[in-house]
């Protein structure tokens, strides 16, 4: 049946600029199938796209507008000459990179580490928030039919994936586990509560333990399944910093700043607050004292607070992390570290609190990390970054499939394909789903 309107996209074209363009397919090459969208999970890196204008760095050249999205869920139109796998009908998960298949990585299996993989939805390669587009047939996994009218649950099949990858390989370094050991999971975004779903879908016993800032999250981590919840500081170093600024820029600009006290500010009322305008006060003076301009007092004294500020909240997470410690009763086995922040990273492992034996996990991308080293080898510990999953997908959807209902509550809220533009620049809310889980499902 002939398509009457024009085929359109979700294209990022600036910072903060999605429209939706008007496009044309090439030809069917042999070994590609004709996909239609029907459901498409946004990610973090969606979000990030959006905000940069599809720019990044290591990503260099002109700029290319790009089409969003990478965890899709579509039906099959056609397939091209040399597809065996597929048939019209099919309802597919997209598997979104696209190895080279030639070299070494590529050659031993483990083509998720490929450094030649296009991947939808980053520069160069364009994404699947498009009514109709192509891709090669050997990257799309049948969704079994128990779950084939649930596009919105098997979108998660992406996200889940990369869990699931980070929880064999957990299980490789630490195969056996007594009783008594917990797991940590650090944050409590789509990733996070996806380790923690996937291990509660597939071992209930484990215990495990989550630890984030965000306190709303983390009463859905304890109703979904988490043994014990930690708090993490609640204090914000660049809102505490920019505070003490407003109260002191006056005051920068008169001659009767050194008679002033910290707590003569109301900002000093909370420990951070009052740590951080004392070192504000000093950094004054010291800039004052050498006859430094008033832009660049205010600059460093910005700084200074915000230091004095973000060393309480390593202080304060120490102090939760060893509490942690204490609730396990000092034997932590493995820590899937989801939060992608390098300080929390440099602190967990500082902290000492966390580590009575085995791994960390890196979810997030932690990319100017530096720890000792000799705290890894203080206790045998191993460091596993995870890049992405590799032949996961046909395991994960039959997981999706076995406890459907319990994986559906990470989605929080639905978005039609129509107001994805209007979503993201904050102009329309989600369809709530009442679960109050982190996903957000963009659905035909
Ligand atoms: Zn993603
Ligand atoms: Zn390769």
Redesign the pocket.
Known sequence: MARKQALRRWDVTGKHKLEQVEYKLPRLKAGEAHLEFIANGV???DTHMFCTGAVHSGHKGPHEPLTLG??IIARVKRVGSSVTTLKAGDVVAVEPGLPCGTCPHCQKGRYHCCPKTLYMATPPQNGGLADEFYWPAKWCHVVPNAIANDPVLASLA??LAACKQSLDLRNKMVPERDDDEWTVITGTGAMALGVLAVIKAVRPDEKVMVIARNEEALQFATDYGADKCFALSQVNPNKIAQAVRDELADLVATDHFDHSAASDFPSAKSKAGKLAMEAALEAVRAARSRGAQTETILNELHEAARKAAEEVVVQENTDVFKAAQKHASGFISSVFECTGDERLLVTLINSRALLANGTIIGLGCHYAVSFDIAMLRRFELSFQPVRRSCQQFPSTLKLLAEKSAYFRRLVGGTVSFEDFGDYMAGKVHKTDTGSGGPKIVVLR
Do not use: A, R
Request: net charge negative; hydrophobic share 0%.
């Open positions: 990610c973090g890196s990478h965890e992406e996200p």
